[in-house]
């Protein structure tokens, strides 16, 4: 992901592990390495070694420092959560101390405890890494300095890594779990497991259900009482969580530099892991990235040179903004575009780096929200269709992009002019302003209009993850920061309405009003609707007095962790994170 047009890592800092995982690693795996960055690495098999920790849209790995071996640290198909910890690690002094950054990734396994031998420990005559824990951050002294590289590994060292990377392989992956000098094949056909495979291409999708499956499908359409569902989504719930003995482990990330992105990162990947595994659930987003593809999800289709996806975008974009154009060359034009950045991230990566296509889209989308002249005779309708379709596209083109410097670059440039604008037309008054002419007429543009806002939200949310990024490695006052988007946003004439609108939706979506449980897209916007609002409680004091004063009853006997729990299907990947927003932001507006 993190490729410029020579196809080498963007912020490359390390040219002897960059060309290592070149070699290596197989063209797929390489072109979806987001970046890398020395850690300290703690976990039940590594105790304090200095290593890169290298990031990838689904996994971490980890590498020796030197590299010799890549090794999958964890996948976030596992991940549970992503946090920073507060506190200064005793095992680092001075400066270090101060300025380190630490993750500690929570996930479940189903591997063994590790029995005291560590796969990375050069001295056999070391105590056995304690595991880590929650609540004491004091762990033993460290085993590797900082400045100190491993040194070369002796046969018996070796031995126990190859046993190590063939004992790690998950059965429900069809990945290797290591890549680098040792090459795994594929393994065969998975064996059954007690929970359906969700995130392998390899499952089949007509194969027959097992009786879990079909419980959870009888459970998913609503076909049986609301109290014997709840009964079955927690007996599912504990299923998952018993089945293969899964149990919670730790791995700790110790960033030692204050300009570290790496939490930032891997909260990104993983957010993008969990919204397109989601969505994958769906059938038609499934058909559709079958189609779009050519393979089946998850899996790559036949990779276009950097130079042929040049040319191709070139046209388009000169096509696009052609003098004349009508609004339905315009409409197919962007259908076009948009399909193409869904499955091609060089793509998107060239929409940012030439700016004429993002402003262009920027200006059309204000010109549709005002009813400016050149948009001049097309319906109401026609204009909602528009303006869904670019902002769709617009969300689309933020997604694994995080670490291009050129989007930065691009929004940022100007005091954030361009950002501001498309800000500012993005939000529009949720009240249909229609004319008496039918109510057949009036519940067609109702319907594009909850479209609109559905994918206003979307983007929003993809703007809000840039301003973290942005709030975590710079002022939080700074331009492009959360806070910053809300002061932007906070003048708009229908921006209480159109926050107003999202937060009913969430109390909607968890309500007893819709009696079944909700569709993996309907789960993927109330996740990125909590995390607006969550944004407006913690960076905003007006919005989140307004919040708490209008919808403040509503939160309270409305939306119950409890009701939430029982319309999120536990085998969503979203699921888990959602129901910690809802809980968030329950105590934020409650309890203030």
């Given at each position: 992901m993190a490729r410029t047009g020579s196809g080498t890592l963007l912020n490359r800092r390390n040219v002897k592990l960059d060309s290592f995982l070149k070699r290596n690693t197989e063209r797929a795996v390489y072109e979806r390495i987001r970046t890398y960055e020395p850690c300290v690495v703690m976990s039940e098999t590594v105790n304090k070694v200095y290593m890169h920790v290298v990031l990838s849209d689904e996994r971490v790995y980890l590498t020796e420092y030197p590299p010799r071996t890549l090794t999958t640290a964890v996948s976030f198909r596992r991940v549970r959560d992503i946090e920073l910890v507060n506190d200064l690690p005793e095992f680092l002094s001075g400066k270090d101390r101060e300025r380190c950054q630490h993750i500690r990734i929570t996930y479940v396994t189903d591997k063994p405890a590790a029995k005291g031998r560590d796969w990375l420990r050069r001295d056999k005559r070391l105590p056995p890494a304690a595991p880590p824990s929650r609540r004491n951050s004091q762990y033993p002294s460290i085993t590797h300095?900082?400045?100190?590289?491993?040194?070369?590994?002796?046969?018996?060292?070796?031995?126990?890594?190859?046993?190590?990377?063939?004992?790690?392989?998950?059965?429900?992956?069809?990945?290797?779990?290591?890549?680098?000098?040792?090459?795994?094949?594929?393994?065969?056909?998975?064996?059954?497991?007690?929970?359906?495979?969700?995130?392998?291409?390899?499952?089949?999708?007509?194969?027959?259900?097992?009786?879990?499956?079909?419980?959870?499908?009888?459970?998913?359409?609503?076909?049986?009482?609301?109290?014997?569902?709840?009964?079955?989504?927690?007996?599912?719930?504990?299923?998952?969580?018993?089945?293969?003995?899964?149990?919670?482990?730790?791995?700790?990330?110790?960033?030692?530099?204050?300009?570290?992105?790496?939490?930032?990162?891997?909260?990104?990947?993983?957010?993008?892991?969990?919204?397109r595994s989601t969505l994958l659930l769906d059938p038609l987003y499934r058909r559709k990235c079958i189609t779009s593809s050519g393979s089946s999800p998850g899996k790559r289709g036949p990779s276009v040179s950097w130079e042929r996806t040049t040319h191709l975008f070139g046209q388009l974009s000169s096509e696009l903004m052609q003098d004349g154009i009508t609004v339905e060359s315009l409409y197919l034009l962007l259908q076009e575009l948009k399909t193409a950045a869904h499955r091609d991230v060089t793509l998107r990566q060239l929409f940012w780096r030439s700016s004429e296509v993002c402003v262009f889209l920027v200006q059309t989308l204000e010109e549709s929200l005002h009813g400016c002249q050149s948009l001049s005779g097309v319906s109401t309708a026609d204009q909602l269709l528009l303006r869904t379709l670019i902002v769709q596209t617009l969300a689309i083109m933020f997604r694994e992009t995080e670490v291009d410097a050129a989007r930065f670059n691009l929004l940022s440039a100007k005091k954030c002019a361009l950002a501001s604008r498309m800000l500012l037309a993005l939000i529009c008054d949720?009240?249909?302003?229609?004319?008496?002419?039918?109510?057949?007429?009036?519940?067609?543009?109702?319907?594009?209009?909850?479209?609109?806002?559905?994918?206003?939200?979307?983007?929003?949310?993809?703007?809000?993850?840039?301003?973290?990024?942005?709030?975590?490695?710079?002022?939080?006052?700074?331009?492009?920061?959360?806070?910053?988007?809300?002061?932007?946003?906070?003048?708009?004439?229908?921006?209480?309405?159109?926050?107003?609108?999202?937060?009913?939706?969430?109390?909607?979506?968890?309500?007893?009003?819709?009696?079944?449980?909700?569709?993996?897209?309907?789960?993927?916007?109330?996740?990125?609707?909590?995390?607006?609002?969550?944004?407006?409680?913690?960076?905003?004091?007006?919005?989140?007095?307004?919040?708490?004063?209008?919808?403040?009853?509503?939160?309270?006997?409305?939306?119950?962790?409890?009701?939430?729990?029982?319309?999120?299907?536990?085998?969503?990947?979203?699921?888990?994170?959602?129901?910690?927003?809802?809980?968030?932001i329950l105590t934020l507006i409650l309890h203030r």
């Open positions: 300095t900082l400045e100190g590289y491993p040194a070369e590994r002796d046969s018996e060292w070796m031995k126990e890594e190859v046993h190590m990377i063939k004992s790690t392989r998950s059965a429900s992956c069809p990945n290797p779990e290591t890549l680098g000098l040792l090459k795994v094949p594929h393994p065969p056909t998975q064996p059954p497991s007690t929970a359906p495979s969700l995130y392998s291409p390899t499952s089949s999708p007509i194969s027959s259900p097992s009786p879990t499956e079909q419980s959870l499908k009888t459970l998913e359409s609503g076909q049986v009482p609301r109290r014997i569902r709840s009964v079955l989504s927690r007996l599912w719930r504990r299923d998952c969580e018993n089945s293969g003995e899964e149990r919670e482990a730790e791995l700790h990330l110790y960033a030692v530099s204050q300009t570290s992105r790496l939490y930032l990162y891997l909260q990104s990947s993983w957010n993008s892991f969990i919204i949720p009240r249909p302003q229609t004319q008496t002419r039918g109510s057949q007429a009036d519940s067609e543009i109702q319907a594009l209009l909850s479209e609109y806002l559905d994918a206003a939200c979307s983007l929003l949310f993809e703007l809000l993850l840039l301003g973290h990024e942005t709030s975590r490695c710079f002022s939080p006052d700074n331009l492009l920061s959360v806070g910053w988007i809300l002061r932007v946003l906070q003048p708009h004439p229908h921006l209480l309405p159109f926050i107003t609108y999202q937060a009913q939706q969430v109390v909607l979506a968890l309500s007893d009003l819709q009696d079944s449980v909700l569709s993996p897209v309907q789960c993927v916007l109330l996740f990125q609707r909590c995390r607006l609002l969550l944004a407006c409680l913690q960076y905003n004091s007006w919005l989140a007095q307004h919040l708490r004063s209008h919808l403040g009853e509503e939160f309270r006997y409305v939306v119950k962790p409890s009701c939430a729990e029982e319309k999120l299907p536990p085998h969503y990947p979203i699921s888990s994170p959602t129901l910690r927003l809802v809980e968030h």
